[in-house]
């Protein structure tokens, strides 16, 4: 038979939460002690100092978590921009003559193997594929897709310079009402290319 210890565990205020039993000769477990904490009533918690127990009339309000530094705040709202960054630049893009192309990673990855690959599949310039664009089927010629491939090229460079100018802008603030008031929505590519 095992021999057991009761451990008296406390939460992270030091609050005494309730008894364990435990290996006797297990690991000591954290935030717990062996002494016996003290018997309370009504609101009274009982709080371990670190070598006893003392009784306060109330559980203890937690103190309120720090204020983030400006550094973190300027570092929260440059994420929210890179996160806008890929919601555009992944967002699709409508060419003209209403073709929705896809600008994910996968669908841009498949336009570029298309344009890399099509003199090696004996596919010139003025030859017609059908290319599945997000809002349907279309026969377009191998020249269109390099222009597709070109416009999102474009596009997905205009992202990221929009990107870059936000974390610029954002590196500039100094206080944070400047920083919560900076709008990451705005100054970004539209998904409509003017030309193919």
């Excluded at 095992?2 to 006797?24: G, S």
């Excluded at 009784?55 to 570092?75: C, T």
Aim: hydrophobic share 40%.
């Amino acid at each position: 038979m095992t021999d057991t210890a009761t451990v008296y565990l406390f939460d992270e205020q030091r609050i005494y939460m309730h008894a364990l039993e435990v290996d006797a000769y297990g690991p000591i477990r954290a935030r717990s002690t062996l002494t016996v904490p003290p018997e309370t009533t009504g609101t009274e918690v009982a709080q371990w100092t670190g070598s006893d127990w003392v009784v306060l009339p109330e559980r203890p309000v937690p103190p309120a978590p720090p204020e983030p530094s400006i550094e973190d705040l300027r570092a929260q709202v440059q994420q929210a921009a890179t996160d806008k960054r890929w919601q555009v630049m992944t967002g699709g893009l409508t060419l003209p003559g209403g073709i929705e192309v896809g600008t994910t990673i996968d669908d841009q990855n498949r336009i570029t193997s298309v344009v890399a690959n099509a003199a090696l599949a004996g596919l010139a310039d003025a030859d017609e594929v059908d290319f599945k664009a997000t809002n349907g089927w279309v026969r377009i010629t191998i020249a269109q897709i390099k222009a597709i491939a070109g416009a999102i090229g474009q596009f997905v460079q205009a992202c990221y310079s929009a990107e870059r100018a936000h974390h610029e802008a954002i590196a500039l603030l100094e206080t944070p009402e400047e920083i919560h008031d900076y709008d990451v929505n705005s100054g970004w590519p539209q998904s409509e290319s003017a030309e193919t």
